[in-house]
C-alpha cells in the first residue's frame, strides 16, 4: 500500500528561503536555460532563478528556449476543447468565484439531462470532440449520481456528423472509492485546482463549505490516482498570491505526485483571476499578474516540466493566447461559455458565467486564427481510448516516440473538422496548414498524416493510430 499523502503539504519555509536567494547572474541564468534544452526539467532552485529575471535580453533567451523546448516535444499541434458547464448551483464560499454560496446577484441553474444534451449537440454541431465537464459543488443537489449520469448522456448524444469521444471532469474532490466510481464511468482526465498553496491566502478566500479544506482539496489528485484515475491536471489561480510562490508551490505538489505514483499531472491549467459577478475581490486581485510576468510563468512551466500539458483557457484575449502558445500551451479552450446553457442561444433566460471571458471567438474563427500563425488543431483522443495514458504516456513521449501518433492523429482529426464543419475560408487556410505542417514532420509520421487524412476525406471517421 503506498503512503497516504494526506501526510504531505507544501513547505512554505522552504519556498519563501528560495524567494529570498540574492538576484542571479546571466552566467547562472543561461546555464539552467543550457540544461532545460536537454528535456529533463527543471527543479524548484532553478524555477525560483528563472522567476527572478527581469533583464529584458534575458527573458527573451528564457522566452526563445521555451520556443524551443516546446516546438520539439509538441511540434505544431494544439488539442482544443470546451468546456461544459451543467450546474452553478455551489455550497462553498469562495471570495473571488461568482458561484460563491453567498451571491445573491447570481441567477442560479442545474441542468436537466435532457438540457445536457441539448449543449451537447450544439458543441458538436460545431466540431468539437472534447469536452470539460465543469459542476459547482453542491453535494446535495449535484451529487456523483448526477455527473455520472451526465457524462453517460454526454457520450450518448449524437449531431448528424458529431459526437463527444472523450470527457474531462472539473468536479469537487472526491474520496478514493468515489474516485472509482468516475473512473468506471470513462472519464479522461480530473482536474482540480488549488486555487492557491498558500495556506493563510486559502483561509481568507475560502470562507466557508467544504472547499474550505485545505488538505481534502490538495489531496485530491493523489485520491483519483490512487483510485486509477491516471490523467490528473492541477494548478493554482493567479493573482491571488505571489505568482512565484505559487509556481514554486505547484512544483512541490508535482514532485510529491511523482514520488508517489511514478508521473506527475497530465496537465496543468495557469488561470489569472478575472472579474466575476458579486466579487470585488475578483475585479481587483490583491496580486495583479502582469503581461510580462504571465509569459514567464508560461515560459518557466515549459521548461520545468517539459512533457506535461499546459492549458490555457479563454479568459485570456486573443492576443495573450496567440503569445503563448509558442511559449508552451498545448491545449486551449475555443468558442467557451461558462455558464450552464450557454451554448444554447435560443434561449431567453440563461444562468450567469462564473467568469469574464477575454476571448470571444466561436471555434470556426479559433481554428482559422492558429492555422494561419502555423498550428494543426487536434481533436485527438487516441490516446485515452488505447490506454497511452499516465506512466505509459511519458514512457512515450520522453524518448519523443508519442509524436509518431500525436502528429498523425492531430491531422486526422483536423482534416475531419474541415470536412465536415469549417467554413470555405477555414478549410481552405486549413489544407494548406496541414501541407505544411506534413512536410515538416519526420518522414514515416509524415506519410502516415497524410493516409489517415486521405482515409478522412474519402469518408472514414474518427481514424487514429
Not at 480530473?190 to 492557491?196: G, H, I, L, R
Not at 483557457?313 to 491545449?331: F, I, K, P, Y
Not at 514532420?441 to 509524415?446: E, H, I, K, R, V
Request: hydrophobic share 35%; glycine share 6%.
Amino acid at each position: 500500500m503506498r503512503e497516504n499523502l494526506q501526510t504531505k503539504t507544501i513547505d512554505e519555509v522552504k519556498i519563501n528561503k528560495l524567494l529570498c536567494c540574492p538576484p542571479p547572474d546571466p552566467v547562472q541564468i543561461r546555464e539552467i536555460l543550457s540544461r532545460s534544452r536537454e528535456l529533463h526539467g527543471l527543479e524548484s532552485a532553478d524555477v525560483a532563478t528563472l522567476a527572478a529575471v527581469k533583464d529584458p535580453a534575458l527573458l527573451e533567451e528564457m522566452f526563445e528556449t521555451a520556443r524551443s523546448v516546446k516546438e520539439r516535444i509538441y511540434g505544431k499541434r494544439l488539442v482544443l476543447f470546451a468546456p461544459l458547464y451543467i450546474s452553478n448551483l455551489c455550497g462553498n464560499e469562495c471570495l473571488y468565484c461568482g458561484f460563491r454560496a453567498g451571491n445573491k446577484f447570481l441567477a442560479r441553474k442545474k441542468l436537466s439531462l435532457q438540457e445536457i444534451a441539448d449543449e451537447v449537440s450544439i458543441l458538436t454541431s460545431k466540431g468539437h470532440k472534447r469536452i470539460l465537464l465543469v459542476a459547482g459543488e453542491n453535494d446535495s443537489s449535484t451529487g456523483l449520481q448526477y455527473i455520472i449520469d451526465a457524462i453517460d448522456t454526454i457520450y450518448k448524444t449524437r449531431s448528424q456528423k458529431g459526437e463527444i469521444r472523450r470527457v474531462n471532469v472539473n468536479i469537487a474532490p472526491l474520496s478514493v472509492e468515489q474516485f472509482r466510481e468516475l473512473k468506471k464511468a470513462k472519464i479522461g482526465t480530473y482536474q482540480v485546482f488549488q486555487e492557491t498553496y498558500h495556506r493563510q491566502t486559502y483561509k481568507t478566500v475560502h470562507i466557508s463549505g467544504k472547499k474550505a479544506d485545505y488538505d481534502w482539496r490538495f489531496n485530491a489528485p493523489a485520491r483519483a490516482m490512487q483510485a486509477g484515475i491516471d490523467d490528473v491536471g492541477i494548478g493554482p489561480l493567479f493573482g491571488l498570491y505571489d505568482w512565484r510562490f505559487e509556481l514554486l508551490a505547484l512544483m512541490q505538489h508535482i514532485r510529491l505526485l511523482e514520488q508517489e505514483f511514478g508521473v506527475g499531472p497530465h496537465t496543468i491549467s495557469v488561470p489569472r483571476l478575472e472579474p466575476a459577478s458579486g466579487s470585488d475581490l475578483a475585479a481587483d486581485p490583491p496580486y495583479r499578474v502582469s503581461d510580462t510576468d504571465f509569459m514567464k510563468i508560461v515560459a518557466i512551466l515549459r521548461l520545468a516540466v517539459p512533457y506535461t500539458g499546459i492549458i490555457m483557457s479563454t479568459r485570456e484575449n486573443a492576443e495573450m493566447r496567440n503569445a503563448t502558445l509558442a511559449l508552451g500551451v498545448s491545449q486551449i479552450s475555443a468558442g467557451s461559455r461558462t455558464n450552464p446553457g450557454g451554448y444554447n442561444t435560443c434561449k431567453t433566460e440563461t444562468a450567469d458565467p462564473q467568469f469574464s471571458l477575454g476571448d470571444h471567438r466561436e471555434l470556426d474563427e479559433v481554428i482559422a486564427d492558429i492555422s494561419k500563425i502555423g498550428y494543426i488543431p487536434s481533436f485527438c483522443t487516441g490516446c485515452y481510448r488505447l490506454g497511452r495514458t499516465g506512466n505509459d504516456f511519458m514512457d512515450l513521449a520522453k524518448p519523443g516516440d508519442i509524436r509518431m501518433h500525436c502528429d498523425p492523429n492531430a491531422v486526422s482529426t483536423f482534416q475531419e473538422y474541415l470536412e465536415d464543419f469549417a467554413s470555405e475560408e477555414t478549410r481552405t487556410i486549413g489544407i494548406k496548414a496541414i501541407n505544411d505542417a506534413c512536410e515538416a514532420m519526420a518522414p514515416s509520421a509524415g506519410e502516415r498524416a497524410l493516409k489517415m487524412a486521405a482515409l478522412v476525406r474519402e469518408g472514414k471517421r474518427d481514424v487514429y493510430c
